[in-house]
């Protein structure tokens, strides 16, 4: 069975953004001595709960306002969480994380270590409203499909392959990348599963839409020098509203380095197939 690269970026993405947590956060092992989560710190704060009228519920950290962000997507293992802030109104039981998947600390997590069964909740910086950040595989939107969507994170180095949409029926486009030979990953673009305005996750990409993916500076790591250019191969895939998988015959082959950018249009439909270039 062939499995969709969307799906692949998974486990890779993850590696690569673990191993990129370490060098920006000096998450360790030792840290997480017995896969525990981390304790309080000698000096913990108490966070607060904001109700407003313009943002809903927020808490304020480190001067940064967040809002409730989605739900667990699969499993949430101890070793995820990175830095234990503090905890949430009084109660030293419902404490908040940073997360070593997640070095910008775009998002937090918290989590009541009493509730067994209780699910964490994710929470994002309200500044990046709107824009494509990096997020973790395992943090799903429940509340907004608009938050970003995209394979681009603006806050990495990134070369980026921004495609026009001429297309009809398309549920998700992704692409798998190398670098010098190497296999580097793969990243894609579809709308988010489990907002209210798409709450099946079968809402189609509309036509006209400009679509970016991303080749960063993560997925060289440990591979690649990120200053040097090196020469690029791309292939796509467009997986229609009817669940198929559609590869495309186009090869993108260029020299690049990251800090640059191109341009593609996608077009056709699923009964006739797709073209890019």
Known sequence: ???????????????????????????????????RAPELPDNPQSFKKQDTDSSGIVI????????????????LDNSSFRECLGYLDNDKNDRVY?????????Y???????GIMEQPMFWRDRSTYGEDIFTPEYIVSDDDVYWGRSGCYHEMLEFRIRIT?????????????????????????????GGLKNPDGNLPLKRGEELDLSITEL?????????????????????SLDGKLHELDHVYKKTIKLGGKDTLTLTGNAKDGYKIG
Do not use: H, W
């Open 1 to 35: 069975m062939k499995i969709r690269p969307i799906k692949k970026i998974s486990k890779l993405m993850t590696a690569l953004a673990l191993g990129a947590a370490f060098l920006f956060t000096g998450c360790s092992a030792f840290q997480l001595f017995g896969n």
């Open 60 to 75: 304020e950290v480190n001067g940064r306002k967040y809002s409730p962000f989605g739900k667990l997507n699969g499993k």
């Open 98 to 106: 940073t997360l070593c998947e997640e070095p910008y600390d775009n």
């Open 108 to 114: 937090l997590v918290t989590k009541n270590i009493n």
């Open 165 to 193: 949409l001429e297309a009809d029926d398309v549920k998700e486009l992704s692409m798998e990348y190398k670098g010098n030979g190497l296999d580097l990953g793969t990243c894609g673009v579809k709308n988010a599963v």
């Open 219 to 239: 997925s060289l790591y440990g591979k690649l020098e990120k200053e040097k250019p090196f020469d690029c191969e791309c292939r796509f895939f467009v997986e």
